[in-house]
């Protein structure tokens, strides 16, 4: 049988939940509606009807949010957004599939900016532009990783949860991230709190062809390109390589992968140095592309927003893309929109706690039906608490 | 002290039936559990179900206490029908139901477990709790230390807590589901003697059991059960009277209906079996042995002391013992998912303790293990990919990191066809496959890509007979090819019945090695007595 | 950093008085929200949503103690507001037996999403901030020198709002509850062994439901706690974490209340070492001394977390039949 051919009936590579008795049922184009589209519909509907509750057109505010996010060259910012929201997307999906919970990404998203943003403004002048950003991007990623290494051997040594400790080297992460813009990195021209800005000119170049009219710097920034390119990336190694397979399988059940011969450890602990890696890289698309500088008290806090995205893309490094671009617009039209209705821009915040609320109750929906599948790795994975596993 | 023969019912089941379960019926997705089943228990008499694997005996009783629905048919208690709602409503109707797996806490102690479930005021009442204990634990002649941790107990005392926790709560009618599974055969004996209690007592016990022989020693009355039916019944009168041999032949012709009985099954259920010469060379060198090993119990675990164990190259060596007495340890530091804190591990004469699981496959050693679902297979992958899994990145089915379809497919189809797995495709889901098709994508698995030496941990446990018995028979095959076998196994009469040599381990020792033969089964049940008490 | 320590200083009764005051009013909140969070775990249920658990607390009972003028009512209302927010958490988990995790993380987003939303809405212009509570001196103890608290604006040991006294009497009832009495019993049962309370005819869903009901109740009166007494106003970020450090302190506490109270008042102290630095006129960064309790988790957590004492079916659902 030719490759292709073998390709095709093996399809996907072996996903969780695919090639189930329900989804026979359900069919794959049901299960797609019921799963990834239902439950942003109605969170947004929910939405509606709170803002209704509190004397704001809802009509009148998505709309907004369409304006805002889109036209008059909004779409430019929001395309900018996605950026730094795909690639830590990207690194949360490669941690959640080895079962890993990778809660830290604030903590290693601010440091990263921080070291960049302090760093990366001093070298400039000694550098070459490119070769100052490229390894920029390095560093950021470096960061990132070296973030995670305290969790991650945390866990692979002493199996420590690694929900609590990547949470309190969030909390940490922040703080050291203020200290070190306010102390060695601190901007000496001004009082206010931040890091030396970059020269204009030193920033990320554009894409060819876009083209900014209002604001400060040229057009959509190739750090989107970094971003998609590596979510295929990611997507590849996930989905086709040897090494995708074994983090799937530690995602499925850490017993099973000692079972099978995985060293357990290592997996673990690339799989978070990859995560921290990507988050990382986040920040220095967001400070090199958009920003230029990092103001002490800046936490735009992308991590969590982007948990329920993740998982409604089925931990799918490609199938989150239009999610993430679908959070990006909102998050700036959201701004616009908020401002126009006199709200908190957290209402944005709002929706997408809902929509992961909405996503665990159609899970359980479809459970009931015994349409298989599930959202997460390896329904079986929570066995391993019984069994003295991580 | 003996209660008189066993066969004697105590008090007669002259009056009304304590339990009847009138055309009860159940189904599952795909199988007809239960099939019209009706049933008649007594005050003061051990009525014995008897019957394969998968019968239906579990189902019944699972529907007589409350933990399954029926489809069809009813139960009455004294005359009265009722519909059992809950094991709460069970319990309170006074049926008291033994499982398998304990229904204790084994965090808690002796006299907690006791009292979880009364509801009697807010403040426990442990004094009262303790004299009761006494008086029923003194009705059995049993002495239990109630602020024992249950979790500490041998297997068979938390058996023995169980029928105090029945009696507790005032059970009238005492379900035993095959309690003889997890004792030694010094347990045995002091279970025969509660039942005799038991009886005395005027509850209606009910032993369900796969074993001929314990029916008939056991029971008062027994009630045969095949593929889900009802297929005969042996009477008080004709156990007294008719001789043992009679009574097998008679069961044995209920059972598969007149015809000739296939002769593994026969097997299963009595207890014959044939002795074999070893099949090893005499001049066999050692495959794998265990020098001094010795592991750390993890919680809730006893670990191993100081094991030493040869194993000859093509012999099949049974390791025997009740579960819980260290077999899980041994197995994995045999396979390298643990490490031993002392000792030495030595495959074919190399020392193989510093070597990791993929390390030690690679030189022909496989493990397969009794959590096929958790640990052996992993359910969201596909058949063809759980058989690949233990190779992955390896040519032909990876290369350069790279995964090669039509290579794992090949694979897949040629291992469903020599080990008979039934499954719509090589691409379904090993979840949804029946639990004999994923033992045997476990044996697939392990059993290929060249095995020299194996570990096999309750290999036909919960499994019908038909692939037991192919399963016992593939261990055969592979140790006539030459393959070491190590074959870890609560079942004796499997043991038996496949090995060459047998060990005995309790509380993380081994007591003894028994060659196979005639007085293997008593001098192993002397060797598993001997390290601590039943 | 200027480091001019003069020893008197640092170890000043007003020194030390600030750092002990400091130490209970941080460490309260923490309290009450850890011993919820202990007894759900007990039973088998994480809770990660105590962290939105504790903010709709705080704001609920700051609300309430604004516009009702009394802080019995903003206590009250951050309980009912707490165990409110738990119902889903009893809905989705102990119920329908969905993710504990992902739901705790949903309900936190929710919560913070809704509770910015409404205060916004509603508080924007104004920002208003609550007085000092009313604090109860017990007669003699409060007379000694630093513990006491006797006048001080803060209080001290044993100076402290009364609702600070009924928590520890609380945690004391929790801690024998959980030893001699059948509802006890049950919750260790469900969080151990479920399948032998269900076979022992007792609801696993029930047993379990209260405990996160209880959980729930508790965050919410620590956040109000929190928005009343310590801090006397409400933001977004004033419940900062606290929440994930008590489910932290749960953990660690090995089933215990009184260990609970006990980490909750070393917490505290390190959370309000701010407080004492500043009267004993040591330049920190705060920032530096906000990385401090965290820290603090991480080691606790590296040396005593393997001997953590995790009910055994913790974080998994419960389904009958199933194993």
Known sequence: MTETAAAAELREPPRPGAATRGQAQLGRVGDFLLRSILPLLLALVTGAVILWAIDVDPIQYYKDVYSGGVEFAAWQDSLMRVAPLLLIAVGLIVAFRAGIWNLGMDGQFLLAGAVIAGVGSRMEAHLPNTLNLVLLFFVAGAVGAAWTIVPAVLKARYELNEIITTLMMTFIGINLAQILVKGPFQDPTTTTPQTRAFDFTALLPAIPGTDSISRRWPGVHVGLVVAVLAAVAVWFLLGRTSFGLRLQVLGASTRSARHMGLDVSKLIIVAFLLSGMLVGLAA??????????????????????????????????????????????????????????????RFTLLLVGLTLLFMALTEWVARRAQLGGSYLPGASYRRQRAEGAG | MTTGS????????????????????????????????????????????????GAGKSTLMNILSGMVRPDAGQVKLDGR??????????????????????????????????????????????????????????????????????????????????????????????????????????????????????????????????????????????????????????????????THDELQERIIA????????????????????????????????????????????GPGEIGARDVSLEVLKSEIMGIAGVDGNGQRELAEVIAGQRSPASGD???????????????????????????????????????????????????????????????????????????????????????????????KVVLARELSFDPKVVVY???????????????????????????????ISTDLDELLDLCDRIAVLSRGSITGVVENGPNAQQRIGELMIGGKAA | MTTVLAASDVFSEQALTALVAGAVLAGVPLMFAALGELVSQRAGVLNIGLEGMMLVGAYAGFVAAYHGGSEWLGFGAGLLAGAGVSLVMVLFCVRWGLDQIVT???????????????????????????????????????????????????????????????????????????????????????????????????????TRSWAVLFAGAMAGLGGAFLSIVAAGLFQDTVVGGRGFIAIVLAMLARGRPLWAIIGAMLFGASLSIADWAQVAQI?????????????????????????????????????????
Not at chain 1, 300 to 315: I, Q
Not at chain 3, 152 to 167: A, C, H, K, R
Not at chain 3, 177 to 202: E, K, Q
Not at chain 3, 285 to 300: I, Q, R, W
Request: charged share 20%; aromatic share 6%.
């Open chain 1, 284 to 345: 220095a698309t967001e400070i090199l592309g958009v920003k230029g500088y990092q103001r002490a008290d800046w936490n735009p806090a992308f991590g969590l927003w982007v948990v329920p995205l993740v998982f409604l893309a089925r931990l799918h490094a490609i199938g989150v893309i239009p999610y993430v671009v679908l959070l990006a617009l909102a998050s700036i039209g959201g701004d616009f929109a908020a401002q126009n209705a006199g709200l908190t821009p």
């Open chain 2, 6 to 53: 066993p066969l004697t019912p105590a008090t007669g089941g002259s009056e009304q039936p304590a339990v009847e379960l009138v055309r009860i019926t159940k189904e599952f997705p795909g199988v007809l559990a239960n099939d019209r089943i009706s049933l008649e228990l007594r005050r003061g008499e051990v009525h014995c179900l008897l019957g394969e694997n």
């Open chain 2, 81 to 242: 029908v009722v519909e059992i709602v809950s094991p709460k409503h069970a319990i309170g109707l006074g049926i008291g139901m033994v499982y398998q797996h304990t229904s204790l806490v084994p965090q808690l102690t002796v006299l907690e477990n006791l009292m979880l479930g009364e509801a009697e005021g807010i403040r426990l009442n442990a004094g009262r709790a303790r004299e009761r204990l006494r008086d029923l634990g003194g009705s059995l002649g049993l002495d239990v230390d109630p602020m024992t941790t249950t979790g500490t107990l041998a297997l068979g005392q938390q058996q023995q807590l169980e029928i105090i926790k029945a009696l507790w709560r005032g059970s009238k009618v005492l379900i035993l589901d095959e309690p003889t599974s997890m004792l030694t055969p010094a347990g045995v004996a002091e279970l025969e003697q509660i039942v005799a209690r038991l009886k005395a007592q005027g509850l209606a016990v009910v032993f369900i059991t796969h074993k001929l022989h314990e029916a008939i020693s056991m029971g008062d009355r027994v009630a045969i059960l095949s593929q889900g039916r009802l297929v005969g019944a042996i009477e008080p009168e004709e156990l007294r009277t008719a």
């Open chain 2, 254 to 297: 209920l059972m598969f209906g007149g015809q000739q009985a296939p002769a593994a099954e026969v097997v299963e259920l009595t207890d014959e079996v044939e002795w074999h010469a070893p099949r090893r060379p005499s001049d066999a060198e050692p495959a794998l042995e265990l020098v001094g090993v010795t592991v750390e119990p």
């Open chain 2, 345 to 439: 591990i030595r495959l074919f004469g190399h020392s193989i303790t510093r070597l990791r699981v993929a390390q030690r496959e690679k030189l022909g050693l496989r493990y397969v293990t009794d959590d096929r679902l958790h640990e052996g297979t992993i359910s969201s992958l596909s058949v063809a990919m759980n058989i690949v899994l233990k190779q992955i990145g390896k040519p032909p089915y990876w290369e350069r990191g790279r995964i090669r379809y039509a290579a794992i497919l090949a694979k897949a189809r040629e291992l469903i066809a020599r080990f008979d797995i039934r499954t719509p495709g090589p691409m379904t889901r090993v979840g949804a496959l029946s639990g004999g098709n994923i033992q």
């Open chain 2, 457 to 487: 941990s309750k290999p036909t446990y919960g499994l019908d007979v038909k692939t037991t018995r192919s399963v016992r028979q593939t261990i055969r095959e592979q140790a006539q090819a030459g393959v070491t076998s190590i074959v």
């Open chain 3, 104 to 206: 705790g993380i949903a309900i936190t987003l929710t919560c913070e999403g809704a509770t910015a939303l409404i205060f916004d809405a509603e508080f924007a212009e104004s920002r208003p901030t609550l007085g000092a509570t009313d604090k109860v001196a017990i007669p003699g103890l409060s007379d000694i020198p630093v513990v006491g608290g006797e006048g001080e604006s803060n209080g001290s040991l044993f100076t402290q709002p009364l609702v600070v006294y009924l928590g520890l009497a609380l945690a004391v009832l929790v801690a024998w509850m959980l030893r001699r009495t059948y509802m006890g019993l049950n919750i260790r049962a469900a969080g151990d062994a479920p399948s032998a309370l269900d076979a022992a005819g007792v609801s696993v869903f029930a």
């Open chain 3, 283 to 323: 330049h920190i960064s705060t920032d530096l001394v906000f990385m401090l309790p965290f820290l603090l988790v991480l080691l606790v957590l590296v040396l005593f977390g393997r001997r953590a004492y995790l009910p055994a079916a913790l974080a998994l659902p419960y389904e009958r039949g199933s194993r």
